[in-house]
């Protein structure tokens, strides 16, 4: 998972291959995620949780927070309780 600061998204890319973006927008200290989209031929395989992982544990470590407006998103925080200090 690496941030892709120029298109503002993170990305998951699998033996060279992107499969699975976050859309974000920086409001400050806050990351606001619109989209989370994972290509159709790798779906079911969790690459968006592990994006999502990747993403929420780089931004902890980087003292910022997140705004999920994508459903996805916001289900995969509420899923996991230790994350939810991060949500802005």
Do not use: K
Request: net charge negative; glycine share 8%.
């Amino acid at each position: 998972m690496c941030d892709n600061p120029e298109r503002e998204r993170y990305e998951l890319h699998v033996d060279g291959r992107l499969v699975t973006i976050a859309d974000y927008r920086r409001d400050g200290d806050v990351i606001v995620v619109p989209h989370v989209e994972t290509d159709p031929q790798m779906r079911g395989q969790g690459m968006a949780d592990r994006l999502m992982r990747g993403m929420l544990d780089q931004l902890r470590s980087q003292g910022l927070s997140i705004r999920p407006l994508c459903p996805y998103a916001a289900d995969f925080i509420r899923q996991h309780p230790g994350d939810h200090d991060l949500t802005a």
